[in-house]
């Protein structure tokens, strides 16, 4: 991912509900709201410290719950105070802002949509039943648009294109409440020492409007769970409200208890839905100077705990590919300065898939083949290990069709399992969608040389 900031908008949340509404919370250690969800939802217990309404029977009472009150609740308080274990829980639920008190067509998830789970076939990808190479592109930022027709509008003109596998942002991390209509999908606030998940209007119903309309379209997402970037709150959102460090937020238990929280409460929204390709742990995740041993042992925890929720979809790291043995010319990206080695990660049993991103320029690269080189790499160290690898995020400033063109022939010809550019752009309601640089825009000459062209090659593989 390219650093950058940009913030949508959306509606405020709506009126109280005397029962807790769609994917509020319903029960836990402490917490004082009701107990009953509403017509059509049932209060599931995620651990002793929260439970939350999910699609099923009427009005189920939690199996831990207190006296109770008449608002209901839209979002997760969560006070981390966790001291042992990263599978621990949080410690305390408080309540927040109260949700509608029954859910919009375009706020509940669907059950599951058409299709099947992808999954990984040795070291290709199987879609909807078809084992082969497949392309699609990152958009992070549709998942914090207000406007419906917009995020229709790029559903549409992917399937038309036959782009089958879409990366959006399944984060949004805030420390200060940003105020009414402007999307955020977790606020950890340092004074109170609480992270609230935010699952109102203005919230994770957004992430839901995208994967019904990719459960809709054919398309398959992937969700990656934090940043370790500060755009979109990041790592930096969770040290500024817990403590520690950037490096140390792998380590930390209050932190790492708080992620888990969050993570579950994504994974129990959609792991019924074939519209998810994958979750990831994060976006390009980096411990600088530490031990490949850091980020290997998180991995490896956060991989299972969510295998433990969800087993139908796969797991990947989102990590950017560093730290590769197969192939090196000992230059930084083949480099472990980031914490990240790429074998040995790949190799935990609960990672279905290996990434790999590139970026020439950004990495102090000047000759962009080298790129080729970096591919190539990849995938022999994926057959090796025997899983896909993708090509997740790649492009260049301003120039889509000289080499970045090359690295996609490679991509398809060296035995990675699919490629995602970065990053699709459209003419959205409010203006253009974000432009960094590498956004390739739809129907413009660029979209020509750099996705029709390279779909036609695609279909031809």
Request: net charge negative.
């Amino acid at each position: 991912m390219r650093s950058f900031s940009s913030i949508a908008l959306l509606s405020v949340v709506g009126a109280a509900s005397a029962q807790a509404g769609p994917w509020a919370q319903c029960g836990g250690k402490s917490f004082p709201g009701s107990s009953e969800c509403s017509s059509g939802w049932k209060c599931e217990e995620l651990n002793e410290w929260f439970s939350h309404c999910v699609p099923g029977a009427e009005s189920t009472t939690a199996v831990v719950s207190s006296t109770p009150t008449p608002s209901a609740t839209p979002s997760v308080s969560i006070t981390a105070s966790v001291s042992t274990g990263i599978n621990k829980s949080v410690s305390t639920v408080s309540k927040s802002s109260p949700l509608p008190s029954s859910p919009s067509a375009s706020s509940t998830p669907r059950p599951g949509g058409s299709g099947s789970f992808a999954k990984a076939d040795g070291v290709q990808f199987s879609i909807d039943g078809e084992t082969k190479y497949f392309a699609g592109t990152n958009s992070y930022w549709l998942p914090f648009q207000m406007n419906d027709a917009d995020i229709d509008a790029v559903f549409d003109h992917l399937e038309q294109t036959g782009l089958k596998i879409l990366r959006v942002w399944g984060f949004n991390d805030v420390n200060t409440d940003p105020g009414p209509g402007t999307v955020y999908f977790q606020l950890h606030d340092k004074a109170k020492g609480t992270a609230t998940i935010n699952s109102g209007k203005n919230g994770l119903q957004r992430l839901d409007y995208v994967v019904s309309a990719a459960e809709k379209h054919g398309v398959k997402l992937i969700i990656p769970f934090v940043n370790s970037w500060d755009d979109y709150g990041g790592f930096n959102a969770y040290v500024t409200a817990y403590g520690g460090s950037k490096t140390e937020w792998f380590t930390n238990e209050k932190i790492q208890s708080v992620y888990q929280a969050y993570i579950k409460a994504v994974v129990s929204r959609y792991r019924d839905s074939t519209a998810i390709f994958a979750w990831e742990l994060g976006n390009e995740p980096r411990c600088n100077g530490c031990s490949p041993d850091v980020i290997h042992g998180w991995a490896t925890k956060t991989s299972a705990y969510i295998k433990s929720l969800d087993p139908n979809h796969m797991v990947a790291i989102g990590d950017e590919g560093m730290g590769l043995t197969t192939g090196s010319d000992q230059s930084y990206p083949y480099s472990t300065t980031e914490g990240v080695a790429f074998e040995k990660n790949l190799a935990i049993p609960d990672i279905d898939f290996g990434t790999l991103h590139l970026y020439t320029t950004d990495w102090g690269i000047k000759d962009n083949s080298w790129g080729n080189g970096w591919v190539e790499n990849h995938a022999k160290a994926c057959k090796a290990a025997g899983k896909p690898c993708l090509f997740e995020e790649y492009g260049m400033k301003g120039n889509h069709c000289t080499d970045e063109l090359k690295w996609q022939q490679t991509s398809l010809t060296s035995g990675t399992a699919a490629d995602l550019f970065w990053q699709y752009g459209q003419k959205l309601s409010t203006g253009q969608s974000p432009d960094d640089q590498y956004t390739i825009y739809y129907g413009t000459d660029d979209w020509k040389c750099a996705v029709m062209d390279h779909m036609d090659n695609v279909n031809k593989h």
